[in-house]
């Protein structure tokens, strides 16, 4: 069973920056793609980025020159480096995986940090 630890939110002031980090446990097969995405309330679950094995990264575009992801593939971890950070940015961020098993691809999810962004 794939298992997803989340850590690093908490609440800082805008402007300010935190760094997420999780750690996924438990896989039989390589991870194709990690990412983090984020829920506000009120509000549908939205990309934040990914990134695959081979290190190529994607952002949503309001995160784009603030929040970067990195990937240890040795470690089955994965980070994100958000900087510039605005009180829309406060949401629950979620861990993601996506595995090929054997064909069935897969995604399993973090049980979600929270990050608040207030003054």
């Known amino acids: 069973q794939v298992q997803l630890v989340e850590s690093g939110g908490g609440l800082v002031q805008p402007g300010g920056s935190l760094r997420l980090s999780c750690a996924a446990s438990g896989s039989r097969f390589g991870i194709n793609v990690m990412g983090w995405y984020r829920q506000a309330p009120g509000k549908q679950r939205e990309l934040v980025a990914t990134?695959?094995?081979?290190?190529?990264?994607n952002y949503a575009d309001s995160m784009k020159g603030r929040f970067t992801i990195s990937r240890d593939n040795a470690k089955n971890t994965v980070s994100l480096q958000m900087n510039s950070l605005k009180p829309e940015d406060t949401a629950v961020y979620y861990c993601n995986v996506r595995i090929n098993e054997l064909g069935t691809v897969r995604d399993y999810w973090g049980q979600g940090t929270q990050v608040t962004v207030s003054s």
């Open positions: 990134i695959t094995s081979g290190g190529s990264a």
